[in-house]
Each structure stands twice: as C-alpha cells, then as structure tokens.
C-alpha cells in the first residue's frame, strides 16, 4: 500500500507510483470524490482533448459538416427553423467619409 503524510499546511505528496499511475505532471490538479460509504476517490481533473474524441457521437447519426452546422445556426437566428418568418433585413447604404475626414488623411 503507497502512502503519504500530509503536512502541517495541508499540503500533500501524490507518491511516484500514483502520479505515474495517473499520468500526473506538475500543475495538473485532482478531483476528490466523497462516496456515499465514506471511501474518497482521487482522480485527475485534467482531461487530454484527444481523450474526447467520440463524447458525443450517438451510433447510427449521420455526421454533420461545419457548413451544415452554420447554415442551422444561421437559419434559427433567422426564425425559420421554428416556423417564424422574419421580415428581410434592410441594407443600409455604406457611410462614406466626409469632406472634412478626406482632408484630414
């Protein structure tokens, strides 16, 4: 059995063993859980991006392209994806310069 001592600071030595069980690296932070029985579990709190490859991939639905994602993001702000119609925006001619800020340049 791998143990510690805490100090007098509350501060606590993670033993070799369990950091590089745990692939710890300096800086990394841990999670302690409080079972219902008592029994605390320790784990990392930092997760590798790669290690979510697939989180949300449901079996059986077809994959989405960035520019299908965009075009019903687009389409909501819109209105049209839950029915609503929006009157179409006007376009504001562009606001061209003064005479007096083309003298200043």
Same mark, same amino acid.
């Given at each position: 059995? !791998?143990?510690?001592?805490?100090?007098?600071? $509350?501060?606590? @030595?993670?033993?070799? &063993? /369990?950091? %590089?069980?745990?692939? #710890?690296?300096?800086?990394?932070? !841990?999670?302690?859980?409080?079972?219902?029985? $008592?029994?605390? @579990?320790?784990?990392? &709190? /930092?997760? %590798?991006?790669?290690? #979510?490859?697939?989180?949300?991939?449901?079996?059986?639905?077809?994959?989405?392209?960035?520019?299908?994602?965009?075009?019903?993001?687009?389409?909501?702000?819109?209105?049209?994806?839950?029915?609503?119609?929006?009157?179409?925006?006007?376009?504001?001619?562009?606001?061209?310069?003064?005479?007096?800020?083309?003298?200043?340049?």
């Amino acid at each position: 059995m !791998l143990t510690a001592k805490l100090s007098t600071k $509350g501060q606590l @030595v993670v033993p070799k &063993a /369990v950091r %590089d069980h745990l692939h #710890l690296n300096a800086g990394d932070r !841990l999670d302690f859980i409080i079972r219902d029985d $008592g029994e605390v @579990v320790i784990r990392p &709190a /930092v997760v %590798d991006v790669r290690d #979510l490859k697939g989180l949300l991939h449901e079996p059986g639905r077809a994959i989405v392209s960035l520019a299908e994602m965009q075009r019903v993001v687009r389409d909501r702000g819109a209105g049209e994806a839950s029915g609503q119609k929006r009157p179409p925006r006007k376009r504001r001619p562009a606001m061209r310069p003064s005479r007096q800020t083309k003298a200043r340049r």
